[in-house]
């Protein structure tokens, strides 16, 4: 079975920096996309940036310029450095792994983590 586990989230003031980690665990071979989402307050879940296996990655326009996704592809850990940090920012941020390639051979679609909550104060 295969885990997701977030860590760092917390209480930042505006303009400020926070960077959330999340480790993989579990029989893994492979992870095609780590990514990260978020749910504000009344609102749905919606991607933040993605990294492929290879580097690639891709940012939601509002995060754009602010946030950064990185992954340790040897480590299955994901990490997004978030700077400038909005009260709009605030929100639970959930780690997500798709395609996902076990040690026995077989694949799992997707994981969710159990998310970390980013409060963001003006």
């Known amino acids: 079975q295969v885990q997701l586990v977030e860590s760092g989230g917390g209480l930042v003031q505006a303009g400020g920096s926070l960077r959330l980690s999340c480790a993989a665990s579990?029989?893994?071979?492979?992870?095609?996309?780590m990514a990260w989402y978020r749910q504000g307050p009344e609102k749905q879940r919606e991607l933040v940036a993605t990294c492929t296996a290879g580097g690639g990655t891709n940012y939601a326009d509002s995060v754009k310029g602010r946030f950064t996704i990185s992954r340790d592809g040897a480590k299955n850990t994901v990490s997004l450095l978030m700077n400038s940090l909005k009260p709009e920012d605030t929100a639970v941020y959930y780690c997500?792994?798709?395609?996902?390639?076990?040690?026995?051979?077989?694949?799992?679609?997707?994981?969710w983590g159990q998310g970390t909550q980013v409060t963001v104060s003006s």
């Open positions: 579990g029989s893994i071979s492979s992870i095609n996309v």
């Open positions: 997500n792994a798709e395609g996902i390639l076990l040690n026995s051979g077989r694949w799992q679609s997707r994981f």
